[in-house]
Structures are given as structure tokens and as C-alpha cells.
């Protein structure tokens, strides 16, 4: 009883203030959920069914894309032989989401050393798909075309690969071929690791996009798909797509990274390239 006794009361704010905290708070409820951070923090808690993401990478996979970290080291090392082309290609590059054109310089160099002119899409960062970004790479692609006097091949990294699949269609007589990397474009947009910071930094679900799109619409151009087991990102099935969603899956040994630097991804290219009609 003593110890209840030298216990301190908790002070408790009078009935009218305690009326006006509550109030208070309510309104500032109501005014975060109004706004656009509690709409992209719902897209990212949103609730996917299971079936949705059948598919994705596991967790064991997804680590190894930390192989990106020693990727400097390695390239140190690295000696790529790489021939002549025997048939230079125009080149447009186009990042993944969150990316920054410069992670495709690498590969830029590899398929300029061959004899190909290799050109980035015109933007920054990827931080994805609006009218006025596809409008800009439109334009940027019709630029390339004039420029050079012949059709540009797309080679598109990830979400750049849905890109680079959307301009095709919109402006296929300046369009040679398009090769997409890891690229989600057939089955569930959700089939993947990354839709839930896709959501919040979009502002926009996977599945309704601000942009009009068909993903599994093949392209009227030649269009290859090269696609990874060791992909940590992306469902291997949904970057390889299905029969009449594209021409050819071809299949690398890579991480998501890696394809903007594996040997066996460059190699594969300027094979895409040297085999390509205009």
C-alpha cells in the first residue's frame, strides 16, 4: 500500500484542453492523409494477393545483386576482346528506373569500341513513365534518326526496356531494333522486387500507369529479349516474355546489374547488332 501511495500521478490536461488536443489531432489526420506522401506510403503498404508476385527472385537472389559493389574491382582486371563491327549501328541507351544514364556508360564504351555510336535517351535520372518524359524520347529518337540518316536501334535496361517497346510502336520507321534487358513487360507488373518502392516514388500503381500502354504488344520491329536466371529483381519469366510478345528471348547469365556490364551481356549485343537488318 505504501508503494501505491508514493506512486506519482501521470498530471492529466483539464477536460476542455484534452477536447482541444484531441481535435487537434484528428485535423492533422485528416490533412496527412490528404496529402501526397500518405498516398505513395498506401501504394507502397499496399495489399498484393500472393498469386501476384508468383515468381519473383527470392531473397537469396536479390543479395547477390550487392555484386554490383566489387564491380569496380573486377573491371580493373577485366579484358574484353571486342572485334570490329562489320555492320556499325546507331544506339539509343535507356536506363533503368532510378537510374542515371552514366550507369550505362560502361556499356556504351564496350559497343563504341566495336564501331557502333552509342547515344543516351536525352534525360536524367528514370524516375518513370509520364507523357512528357516519352514525349522528350520521342523526340530525342526522330533527333538520332534525322541526324544520322538511318533507323536506331533501342537497347533499354529494365524499365527503360518498356520504353523503349512504347516508342518503337509510336514511331516504328525510325526504329531498326529493339533489345530489352531484364525488362518486365509480359505477366504481372507485381512479379518483381521492386513494384512497392516503384509505387511510392511513382506516386502511381504498377498496374494503372500514366501513360497508355499494352507491355505484352510486341513492337512491329524486330524485338529480343534478353533475360536472367540470376536476375534478383525482376521474374526471369515476365523478361523473357511469351511467344508473339517478342521475336526472341535470349538468355544471359547476370544479375539485374550486370546487364549494363556483364561480358556475357556486351558480347550478346554486339552480336544483336552486327545481326541487325535497317
Known sequence: MAQLRNRREIPRLPAPLMAVAVAAGGRAQQAYAATALARRVALAREVCPEEYESGKPRLMRLLGEAQVLIEPVRRQRRKLEIADSTNPQVVMLLPGFGAHPMRMRYLARQLERAGHIA???GLGFNWGPTEQAFDQVEERLLELHARHGRKVVLIG??????YAREIAKRQPQ????????GSPFSGSPRANNVWRAYQFITGHSVDAPPVAAELPVKPPVETVALWSANDGVIAPRCAAGRPGERDRAVPVRCTHMGFTYDPQVVQTLLAELDSTRV
Not at 174 to 181: D, L, P, R
Open 119 to 121: 547515344k543516351r535517351w
Open 157 to 162: 535496361w529494365s524499365l527503360g526496356g518498356l
Open 174 to 181: 525510325a526504329v531498326a531494333k529493339v533489345v530489352t534487358m
